[in-house]
């Protein structure tokens, strides 16, 4: 039980994440994304492709848990519960690497971060019993 748990947080996490992709990569300098990450439209145009680059990170990393929970799915346990590991805790590492650099993102950080921390927990759990 506390597996299926960690598949949906996971699969929460990695739509998160492809909204993120969304956001960074396909509509970065429209309104909705400049209130989202408080961006002027000078300043969304200047970091348009770096954002663009980044919002991919986000996707490779959602293509990876949602991989693995198909492949868990699927019977294959071991893979598939390895690729949602690696994929959260690699969105979790992301988010501390934002906490850390900026106060002033701690509340994203926690966002982006949250529900990867609780697959991973989750996760681990489920492994240790």
Do not use: C, D
């Not at 519960?81 to 992301?94: D, E, N, P, R």
């Amino acid at each position: 039980m506390l597996v299926v748990i960690a598949l949906v947080l996971a699969a929460l996490a990695a739509a998160l994440h492809v909204y993120i992709w969304w956001l960074e990569s396909m509509a970065w300098t429209t309104p909705a994304a400049r209130k989202v990450f408080g961006t002027t439209p000078e300043e969304a145009e200047a970091t348009k492709f770096l954002a663009f680059n980044q919002g991919y990170y986000n996707l490779f990393l959602a293509i990876t848990t949602i991989a693995g929970i198909v492949g868990f799915a699927a019977g294959s346990h071991v893979v598939g519960l390895t690729l949602v590991i690696v994929g959260t805790a690699s969105m979790l590492a992301a988010a501390l690497v934002l906490a850390s650099a900026s106060a002033a993102h701690r509340s994203a950080a926690l966002r982006q971060g949250l529900f990867p921390a609780l697959a991973v927990i989750a996760s681990a759990i489920h492994l240790l019993t």
